[in-house]
């Protein structure tokens, strides 16, 4: 397999018109070619086959697809939240903090997060470091919604709840949503897991 063929059926795969790839607004897109270059320069020549093979599977969200895929998230949840009688607004929406002090996914998620619900919910139901909360300032949510792109391996999203539940113990009998646009099964049994370990550890 040739690199232009990697990446022609890596657009096919992923439904991206490569004739349209500036409408997408990503860098990432626009320069693949130079930048698979500079990957396979870097790979072992026996290795390179199979590295194409793989990049022409390999699945990749456009900014397009990922509010898609959050407007999908926020259907199901509006649905779930009727049987409960609540809605978005009675919510507080917290998405993951960036590990460091760099521009990180998180920041995106909460941009798509307020256009989607515009109308629906206040940008101050949409926090991304609680330690700055107080829990007067959470009497009035009725659950929490955990926010995150990707769940892989569930840790960082457990982190993230875990700290959450600690600094506000009271608040563990109101329901946790987990909204996120790629979720792996794995992360997502290992996050339930590890929930339900810590619920009887916290109550």
């Given at each position: 397999m040739t690199k232009e063929q990697a990446i022609a059926e890596f657009f096919q795969y992923n439904q991206i018109d490569p004739a349209q790839i500036s409408r997408y607004l990503d860098p990432k897109l626009e320069y693949l070619s130079e930048k698979v270059d500079q990957w396979l320069a870097i790979v072992d020549p026996s290795d390179r086959e199979l590295f194409l093979r793989l990049l022409s599977r390999y699945t990749y969200l456009t900014n397009e697809a990922s509010v898609r895929r959050y407007h999908e998230g926020i259907h199901i949840l509006t649905d779930t939240l009727q049987s409960l009688g609540l809605s978005l607004c009675d919510l507080l929406f917290i998405t993951t903090e960036s590990s460091d002090k760099w521009k990180a996914g998180s920041d995106h998620v909460r941009t798509d997060l307020h256009r989607l619900c515009m109308g629906q919910i206040d940008a101050r139901q949409i926090v991304a470091c609680t330690r700055k909360l107080s829990a007067d300032e959470l009497d009035d949510y009725r659950g929490f919604v955990f926010v995150d792109d990707i769940v892989g391996t569930g840790f960082t999203l457990l982190r993230t709840i875990l700290s959450f539940l600690n600094q506000f113990p009271d608040f563990i009998n109101l329901?946790?949503?987990?909204?996120?646009?790629?979720?792996?099964?794995?992360?997502?049994?290992?996050?339930?897991?590890?929930?339900k370990k810590e619920a009887s550890i916290l109550t």
């Open positions: 329901p946790l949503f987990v909204l996120c646009i790629v979720p792996t099964d794995a992360g997502l049994s290992y996050l339930i897991g590890q929930l």
